[in-house]
Each structure stands twice: as C-alpha cells, then as structure tokens.
C-alpha cells in the first residue's frame, strides 16, 4: 500500500479559519494503516497553542473517519517533542473553560478508540507531557526528556497530568516528577514505567510504526473493543466483575468473520506441522 501525506490546517478548514494563516500545524502521513502526525510548529518546538489544538481535533476527526486507518503514532518536528502550551494563553485562562480549550487537542486523543503510540523525540514538557500520556503507549528516543515543569513556574498540574501519571507509573515517581520537579530522560522514563521503552533516536519512528502496525492489522471492531475494555477497568474493582466485563465483547469476536478465518489459518499451520 501507498503512502499518503498531508497537513493541517487545509485551505477552508476550521483550524485554517481561526489561525488566518497557511502554515499547517501538523503534518499527517499513512502508511500500512497507520498514520503518523507530526506536531509541526518547530520553531516554537511544537508549543500547545489553540491552532496546534484545532489542528489535533480535526486531524483526528480525519483519521477516525478513514477505513485505512487502524493506529495512529504521534511524534513532534525536531528539535522537540512538545514543550508545553502557550504562555500567552495559558496567562489569559481565567475560567475553567478557557483551560478546557488548552487541553481539547491531548484529550481528543485521548479520547480517540484508536490506538495510539507516542513517539517522543525530544522535550516533552507540561501541556506535552500531558499530549504523551494521552496516547495508549509512549515510546522515548534517546534525546527524549519528560519535564513537568509545573512546580518551576509555580502552577498548579492540570489535564489530568497526576491522574494519568499515576496509572501509568506510580505513587513516587508522580511525586518526584510533579512535585520535585525531577526531569528524567527517555532511559530514565522506561525503567519506571512512564515509556514502553527507550530507543536510539534513529530507530524511534522505525520501532513505533512496526508497534502500531500489529494493531491497525487486527480486526478493527475487535482492536476498539480491546481498547475500550482495558481503559474500562479502570472501574472494576474484582475478579467476577472483570470477568463479567470481558463476557459480552468476547462473544462478539466469537462470531466474528476475522476469528473465523485466523482460526482456520491456525488450524493450518498445525496441521501442515503434524
């Protein structure tokens, strides 16, 4: 299959209406079912501004839209993954809204029933942490740096920065990172669980399309449905309720036409063994 590229904001879009500019703010390209977006303000090192935002939302609404889509990796233009939002609009959020508006392009993603690699590359600081921890799986380069940054410009973590650094990680590595203020490197970040894993920066697009590649190839009912359990036990609290929870979807892939076939592919192989 070919690849595709292109970029947002497009001529007529929402995100082109409200920047007034042609520069996009991210780049989308897919390839073998998965697509990459590239953060793209580099010159800013990919800061969280309300273009960047709009630009996440409506490239998502694309991708979701699309039938060769089946995993998503999201990485930044060099020199940075995301450092963090706008100080201009982050300094003019008076009202929970305004902050609302920060946080709609990580949320989106993490929100999103695909599934999701981020590939950091570079800093990812605060808002781009948070942009990171949105994504199902995080994926560091060697040159990778997780920086909350809040405590130095004495802010209170937002987004759901604590949240989901405690599910990701643990009760002491959310304190000193959030708290202290420690700042770890993509080494660091996998040996306590923030990334999957640390790879050279060479190898990190390579090693996060081949880790989204064995998603977007499953059967893509059963590849949401996976997802949406995981993220689903989250409120279960016991054996027979998580079992409870799994009965239905399993059902479903039970009669579903891609078990059917895979099934009798198995069933071949072993036959062809024996």
Same mark, same amino acid.
């Given at each position: ?10 001529? &007529? ?6 920047? &007034? /500019? ?13 697509? $990459? ?73 993490? /929100?999103?029933?695909?599934? $999701? ?12 942490? /948070?942009? #990171? ?6 994926? #560091? ?19 759901? /920065? ?43 697009? &390579? ?10 190839? &499953? ?17 279960? $609290? ?19 036409? #891609? ?16």
């Amino acid at each position: 299959m070919g690849t595709e590229f292109w970029a947002f904001p497009v001529n &007529g879009s929402a995100s082109l209406l409200e920047t &007034g /500019n042609n520069d996009p703010m991210i780049t989308l390209e897919v390839s073998d079912r998965v697509a $990459t977006i590239t953060l793209s303000d580099p010159e800013r090192r990919n800061i969280v501004s309300a273009a960047l935002n709009a630009a996440v939302v409506e490239g998502m609404d694309e991708l979701e839209s699309r039938g060769d889509v089946g995993a998503v990796v999201v990485t930044g233009a060099p020199p940075a993954f995301c450092a963090g939002a706008d100080l201009d609009d982050l300094a003019a959020c008076d009202t929970e809204e305004k902050l609302r508006k920060i946080y709609s392009g990580f949320l989106r993603l993490a /929100n999103s029933p695909l599934p $999701t690699v981020a590939a950091v590359n570079g800093a990812a600081v605060g808002a781009g942490l /948070n942009l #990171a921890l949105a994504c199902d799986v995080i994926l #560091a380069g060697q040159s990778a740096k997780f920086d909350t940054r809040f405590l130095q410009i004495g802010l209170h973590p937002g987004g759901g /920065n604590t949240w989901r650094l405690r599910r990701i990680t643990d009760l002491q590595s959310t304190m000193a990172l959030v708290l202290f203020g420690e700042v770890i490197d993509g080494a660091r970040a996998a040996e306590i669980g923030l990334a999957w894993k640390c790879v050279p920066d060479a190898e990190l697009l &390579g090693v996060a399309h081949a880790m989204a590649a064995k998603a977007a190839a &499953g059967p893509a009912e059963v590849v949401r449905s996976m997802k949406a359990t995981i993220l689903g036990m989250d409120a279960v $609290t016991n054996s027979e309720d998580a079992v409870s929870a799994e009965l239905g979807p399993q059902l479903a892939s039970l009669g579903g036409a #891609a078990f059917v076939e895979l099934l009798a592919q198995l069933r071949a192989q072993i036959a062809a063994k024996s």
